[in-house]
């Protein structure tokens, strides 16, 4: 059975820290756009934003 070069787990492990790395920015980016679309407001804040679940 032939094993894998060690040349192919270094450049499987920069594609796999890369789409981390790639998918951490655009969770990172989608939650940046949603709260800029949606502020929390303070004055009707619900009984969660209060710390009442």
Not at 29 to 38: E, G, I, K, P
């Amino acid at each position: 059975m032939h094993l894998p070069s060690r040349r192919a787990g270094v450049r499987l492990t920069l594609l796999y820290g890369a789409l981390l790395v790639a998918s951490g920015a655009v969770l990172l980016a989608l939650t940046y756009l949603l709260v800029l679309r949606f502020p929390a407001d303070a004055s009707s804040s619900t009984g969660w934003a209060r710390g009442q679940m």
